[in-house]
Protein backbone atom coordinates (compact mmCIF):
# COMPACT_ATOMS: atom_id res chain seq x y z
CA UNK A 1 0.00 0.00 0.00
CA UNK A 2 2.75 2.37 0.61
CA UNK A 3 4.43 1.81 -2.77
CA UNK A 4 1.12 2.39 -4.63
CA UNK A 5 0.69 5.64 -2.56
CA UNK A 6 4.23 6.91 -3.12
CA UNK A 7 3.74 6.08 -6.96
CA UNK A 8 0.41 7.88 -6.71
CA UNK A 9 1.61 10.73 -5.73
CA UNK A 10 4.24 10.60 -8.05
CA UNK A 11 1.80 10.32 -10.93
CA UNK A 12 -0.47 13.31 -9.51
CA UNK A 13 3.14 15.46 -8.85
CA UNK A 14 4.31 14.77 -12.36
CA UNK A 15 1.00 16.38 -13.44
CA UNK A 16 1.22 19.34 -11.13
CA UNK A 17 4.40 20.55 -11.79
CA UNK A 18 3.44 20.22 -15.54
CA UNK A 19 0.81 22.41 -15.05
CA UNK A 20 2.60 24.67 -12.74
CA UNK A 21 4.68 25.81 -16.30
CA UNK A 22 1.55 26.44 -17.77
CA UNK A 23 -0.68 28.27 -15.32
CA UNK A 24 2.25 31.48 -15.42
CA UNK A 25 -0.37 34.47 -15.08
CA UNK A 26 -2.73 32.85 -14.02
CA UNK A 27 -2.23 33.59 -10.53
CA UNK A 28 -5.42 31.99 -8.85
CA UNK A 29 -4.85 28.67 -10.35
CA UNK A 30 -1.05 28.72 -9.86
CA UNK A 31 -1.75 29.13 -5.97
CA UNK A 32 -4.29 26.36 -6.35
CA UNK A 33 -1.09 24.05 -8.13
CA UNK A 34 0.89 24.88 -5.70
CA UNK A 35 -0.97 24.40 -2.62
CA UNK A 36 -1.72 20.94 -4.07
CA UNK A 37 1.92 20.47 -4.89
CA UNK A 38 2.90 21.43 -1.64
CA UNK A 39 0.84 19.07 0.44
CA UNK A 40 1.96 16.19 -2.63
CA UNK A 41 5.10 16.49 -1.36
CA UNK A 42 5.01 16.79 1.99
CA UNK A 43 2.77 13.61 2.02
CA UNK A 44 5.37 11.87 -0.06
CA UNK A 45 8.59 13.07 2.53
CA UNK A 46 7.34 11.39 5.39
CA UNK A 47 6.77 7.99 2.97
CA UNK A 48 9.48 7.91 2.01
CA UNK A 49 13.34 9.40 2.63
CA UNK A 50 13.11 12.13 0.01
CA UNK A 51 16.90 13.51 1.18
CA UNK A 52 18.43 9.62 0.07
CA UNK A 53 21.22 11.15 -1.83
CA UNK A 54 22.07 13.68 0.67
CA UNK A 55 24.27 13.25 3.58
CA UNK A 56 22.08 11.01 6.35
CA UNK A 57 20.95 13.81 8.42
CA UNK A 58 17.14 13.05 7.61
CA UNK A 59 14.53 10.98 9.12
CA UNK A 60 13.56 7.54 7.54
CA UNK A 61 10.25 7.62 5.99
CA UNK A 62 7.77 5.15 6.79
CA UNK A 63 8.46 3.30 3.77
CA UNK A 64 12.14 2.61 5.30
CA UNK A 65 10.89 1.88 8.56
CA UNK A 66 8.28 -0.86 7.01
CA UNK A 67 11.21 -2.38 5.21
CA UNK A 68 13.66 -2.69 8.07
CA UNK A 69 10.56 -4.40 10.41
CA UNK A 70 10.08 -6.65 7.60
CA UNK A 71 13.83 -7.37 7.61
CA UNK A 72 13.76 -8.31 11.13
CA UNK A 73 10.70 -10.32 10.97
CA UNK A 74 11.68 -12.23 7.96
CA UNK A 75 14.84 -13.08 9.93
CA UNK A 76 13.69 -15.31 12.47
CA UNK A 77 12.28 -18.74 12.07
CA UNK A 78 9.39 -17.71 14.66
CA UNK A 79 6.10 -16.19 15.06
CA UNK A 80 7.15 -12.14 15.68
CA UNK A 81 7.81 -10.82 18.92
CA UNK A 82 5.07 -8.62 20.37
CA UNK A 83 7.52 -5.93 20.20
CA UNK A 84 7.70 -5.70 16.45
CA UNK A 85 3.58 -6.26 16.43
CA UNK A 86 3.39 -3.18 18.16
CA UNK A 87 5.84 -1.40 16.28
CA UNK A 88 3.83 -2.73 12.81
CA UNK A 89 0.95 -1.12 14.52
CA UNK A 90 2.15 2.06 15.53
CA UNK A 91 3.65 2.29 11.18
CA UNK A 92 0.42 1.15 10.23
CA UNK A 93 -1.38 4.08 11.76
CA UNK A 94 0.99 6.44 10.86
CA UNK A 95 0.21 5.23 7.20
CA UNK A 96 -3.28 5.57 7.40
CA UNK A 97 -2.97 9.46 8.90
CA UNK A 98 -1.13 10.19 5.67
CA UNK A 99 -3.56 8.12 3.49
CA UNK A 100 -6.17 10.28 5.00
CA UNK A 101 -4.33 13.54 3.94
CA UNK A 102 -4.12 11.80 0.64
CA UNK A 103 -7.54 11.37 0.51
CA UNK A 104 -8.03 14.70 1.06
CA UNK A 105 -5.90 16.06 -1.53
CA UNK A 106 -8.09 14.49 -3.98
CA UNK A 107 -11.34 15.07 -2.64
CA UNK A 108 -11.17 18.72 -1.93
CA UNK A 109 -8.07 20.22 -3.65
CA UNK A 110 -7.91 18.18 -6.59
CA UNK A 111 -11.91 19.22 -7.54
CA UNK A 112 -10.90 22.76 -6.97
CA UNK A 113 -7.90 22.72 -8.94
CA UNK A 114 -9.91 20.65 -11.91
CA UNK A 115 -12.87 23.60 -11.80
CA UNK A 116 -10.62 26.53 -11.66
CA UNK A 117 -9.02 24.58 -14.35
CA UNK A 118 -12.35 24.10 -16.43
CA UNK A 119 -12.60 27.79 -16.08
CA UNK A 120 -9.64 28.58 -17.69
CA UNK A 121 -9.94 26.62 -20.81
CA UNK A 122 -6.98 23.81 -19.19
CA UNK A 123 -7.58 19.82 -19.39
CA UNK A 124 -8.07 18.27 -15.73
CA UNK A 125 -5.83 16.24 -13.95
CA UNK A 126 -6.40 12.82 -12.66
Known amino acids: ???RTINAIDALRAQTAL???R???KEALAKLVNAAATELDAIRGL???VNYSGAQLWPSGLHEKLNALFDTV???DFAPARQTR???AV???QFQGLDARLRAVREKQLPALAQAMA???LPAIG
Do not use: R
Request: proline fraction near 0%.
Open 91 to 93: LSG
Open 74 to 76: DSG
Open 47 to 49: LID
Open 23 to 25: TSG
Open 19 to 21: LAK
Open 86 to 88: EVF
Open 1 to 3: EVN
Open 119 to 121: EAG
